[in-house]
């Protein structure tokens, strides 16, 4: 069984820490403190992973701990939480104490699950790179085929055919478009909601790149404030700002010849999206508090779970940028609008969930795979992983089923199958089949090449499927009917 990484949180407000606590107890082992002299005394006894303390607190700021904890514990990744945006001793300390990330209140349970889980692969790769430092200078030829080696997983890992989908799913033409634009050194812009895998489809176009040898970079734009996510970015000379005592290469150049992955650029005010089309349109870029530009050979891939076009529309996103981000617009469709994926991507996540928490099962039960597949899933994968761990945790049986499938998924499936065809031999997959086709007619107003396209079918094959399924007549908005075309 994997060994928990352990995450330290450290607030004097007993219901803050309990929430943090509640909120990661589930992936890492959670010790608190209710202050930084407490901490400091457990991390004499115990090895930390990552420090997550309050900013405000008595006696200790969670700064001044910080500092203590990069002078002790170098290797522990630190992290601070405030609710006070002007706070200049936090921006102060981001360098001074090695502050990994700075959140505000109120947090959110997923983006706070989301920065730890970071924080930890971070702290992974530091202790990795530490060994491989030795290594080398034990061994060098080795520890080049090493990396090679890893290079190599890396590539088979985030490979195309690893991304599930089934022949008739419309994820095979989102591949095909992430596969045809991976060998292009365009921007891309990749559309969806949270929880579709937006970051994965991102690798996946790093790796399949001529780039894949060079670094792949993440940046959360949505988690940082605009000071500090320039500083992250575009990197600072020493001296830039109250604080800033060394200087720091941003992310732009630790990831050139690279890839450089922005999540959440919907979030980024205007004056920061000025700066980014800058460094889009020219290559280059001045650090803060630098009389000197950088170049950098970058590709971006941006992602979002805003509509930009409808932003755009709205003055809250900058037009300009709009166009250098999208060369190639990605759509990742939602998980209810790919049912027929869903047990294949339930079998591959029992299959890494079994491994992680050392409980085997066959597999699910035929009913609760069903419930399953009905279900609308608004958290997406995501929420798909969580509830499958949980069952699993839940369970003492075999199979996985219906008596750990939680309440809201068993109800909604037994409220809304009213399309499924009684009798049909296929079941519940096929007439999910049939409402998918249906719904995409309905898209594109019957056309059937348009329909084909986003389904990753040719049009003879989509019209196979339709007289198949008994939905040669698919319905336009209002319920009038609609006529299938082929142009």
């Known amino acids: 069984m994997t060994e928990l990484s352990t995450i330290l949180v450290v607030d004097d407000e007993p219901r803050s820490q309990e929430a943090i606590r509640r909120s990661l107890e589930e992936e890492f082992a959670v010790l608190t403190a209710s202050g930084a002299e407490e901490a ?5 006894h115990c090895a930390i992973h990552v420090v997550l303390t309050d900013q405000r607190m008595p006696g200790m700021s969670g700064v001044t701990f910080l500092r203590q904890v990069r002078e002790r514990w170098p290797d522990t990744v630190r992290i601070i939480i405030s ?7 936090i921006i102060a300390g981001i360098n001074e104490a090695g502050i990994y990330q700075y959140l505000l209140k109120p947090w959110h349970p997923e983006h706070l699950l989301l920065t730890l889980r970071r924080a930890v692969e971070l702290q992974r790769l530091q202790a990795e790179n530490h060994r491989l430092t030795l290594e080398l200078r034990a061994s060098e030829p080795y520890l080049r085929g090493h990396v090679g080696a890893k290079r190599d997983r890396l590539r088979q890992a985030f490979a195309m055919d690893n991304i599930v989908r089934t022949a008739n799913s419309p994820m095979q033409a989102v591949c095909t478009m992430v596969e045809r634009a991976a060998h292009y050194d365009v921007p891309i812009l ?37 000071t500090l996510l320039e500083s992250e970015l575009f990197g600072h000379k020493k001296g830039a700002y109250t604080g800033a005592g060394e200087d720091r290469v941003g992310l732009f150049q630790q990831a050139d010849g690279g890839t450089l992955f922005l999540d959440e650029i919907g979030e980024t005010s205007a004056a920061f999206q ?35 076009e409808a932003e755009v529309k709205a003055g809250r996103f900058r037009e300009d940028l709009f166009y250098r981000l999208a060369t190639v617009p990605i759509r990742v469709p939602a998980l209810r609008e790919r049912p027929m994926d869903i047990p294949e991507l339930a079998r591959r996540i029992l299959a890494r969930a ?40 839940l369970s003492d049986r075999r199979m996985l089923d219906l008596s750990v499938l939680a309440q809201p998924i068993r109800q909604q499936s037994t409220l809304a199958p009213a399309w499924v065809p009684a009798g049909e031999a296929g079941g519940r997959l096929e007439a999910m089949e049939a409402r998918l086709l249906s719904e995409t007619l309905r898209r594109h107003d019957g056309n059937l090449t348009h329909a084909a396209n986003e389904l990753g079918l040719s049009r003879l094959g989509l019209r196979n499927k339709l007289r198949r399924l008994g939905v040669d007549e698919p319905v336009r908005g209002r319920g009038r009917p609609a006529r299938v075309t082929d142009a």
């Not at 400091?40 to 004499?44: C, G, P, S, V």
């Not at 089309?277 to 779970?305: M, Y």
């Open 354 to 393: 079994s491994a992680s928490l050392g409980r085997r099962v066959e597999g699910f039960a035929p009913d609760a795979l069903e419930c399953m597949m009905a279900y609308a899933w608004p958290g997406n994968v995501r929420e798909l992983q969580n509830e499958i761990q949980r069952m699993l945790v």
């Open 190 to 226: 990749i559309e969806g909601e949270s929880g579709t895998g937006k970051e994965l489809l991102a690798r996946a176009v790093h790796y399949a790149s001529a780039r894949a040898e060079r670094p792949f970079v993440v940046e959360n734009c949505g988690a940082l404030p605009d």
């Open 40 to 44: 400091l005394a457990i991390m004499e």
């Open 83 to 89: 609710g006070y945006t002007d706070s200049e001793e």
């Open 274 to 308: 000025v700066k980014l089309l800058r460094v889009l349109q020219e290559g280059e870029f001045r650090p803060l508090g630098s009389n000197r530009t950088v170049a950098v050979d970058v590709r971006v891939v941006a992602a979002t779970n805003r509509n930009l």
